[in-house]
């Protein structure tokens, strides 16, 4: 059974830095790529970040582009989210999930998804 169990988030003021974790079990860690969403009240989840091993492609959404960071800790089947410069209007709740095929930037081409953490930024 897959399972991503996330952790980290909380409450920072703007441009502080927090870093999200997300720890997978059930998976060879290496064959899937692993996105970090993110869904505000009453909006759509969008994404934030990917990487594939794989293809050995990190991506980012323009919108984190130069401030988020994802990496990765094989030892611990553990991914993980750096967030610097963080905004008011990266608020949200960070969800990290696994795709093994189709397109990166959409919600339904993952699989498996943790359970979500908060993420708020105060002006």
């Known amino acids: 059974q897959v399972q991503l169990v996330q952790s980290g988030g909380g409450l920072v003021q703007s441009g502080g830095s927090l870093r999200l974790s997300c720890a997978v079990s059930?998976?060879?860690?290496?064959?899937?790529?692993m996105g970090w969403f993110r869904q505000a009240p009453g909006k759509e989840r969008d994404f934030v970040a990917t990487f594939s091993w794989s293809a050995g492609t990190t991506l980012y959404a323009d919108s984190v582009k130069g401030r988020f960071t994802i990496s990765r800790d094989n030892a611990k089947n553990t991914v993980y989210l750096q967030m610097n410069s963080l905004k008011p209007e990266d608020t949200a709740v960070y969800y990290c999930a696994v795709r093994d095929s189709g397109t990166y930037d959409a919600p339904l081409s993952y699989n498996y998804w943790g359970q979500g953490t908060q993420v708020t930024v105060s002006s």
């Open positions: 059930g998976r060879t860690f290496g064959n899937y790529a």
